[in-house]
């Protein structure tokens, strides 16, 4: 199993940005995907999560109408774009999934908001 995220970068306040995660050595399909974050000084916190069909999305309250997650089953990626994005939001972000009682983790994307 592998996940490699991207596209994580220094914004403004307020601008947009897109990370997207992409999936290897397991059905991808079949799987339920989350994003997480971890801030400096701070723990680990789930950011948003989406089902294998893509039926049901879940979101920590702190980014609902802000951020929206999305998965391409015939690409094997997860992506987050992320709105309006504010300081708080800087942190690590990475991409998650559980197979067989086993969490997997990819090595994370740093995103800097900050003017």
């Known amino acids: 199993v592998q996940l490699v995220e991207s596209g994580g970068d220094l914004v403004q306040p307020g601008e947009s940005l897109r990370v997207s995660c992409a999936a290897s050595?397991?059905?991808?399909?079949?799987?339920?995907m989350s994003w997480y974050r971890q801030a400096p000084g701070k723990e680990r916190e789930l950011v948003a999560g989406i089902s294998s069909d893509s039926s049901v999305k879940n979101y920590v309250d702190s980014v609902k109408g802000r951020f929206t997650i999305s998965r391409d089953n015939t690409k094997n990626t997860v992506d987050l774009q992320m709105n309006s994005l504010k300081p708080e939001d800087t942190a690590v972000y990475y991409c998650?999934?559980?197979?067989?009682?086993?969490?997997?983790w990819g090595s994370g994307t740093l995103v800097t908001v900050s003017s």
């Open positions: 050595g397991f059905t991808f399909s079949l799987y339920y």
């Open positions: 998650w999934t559980r197979i067989s009682a086993s969490n997997y």
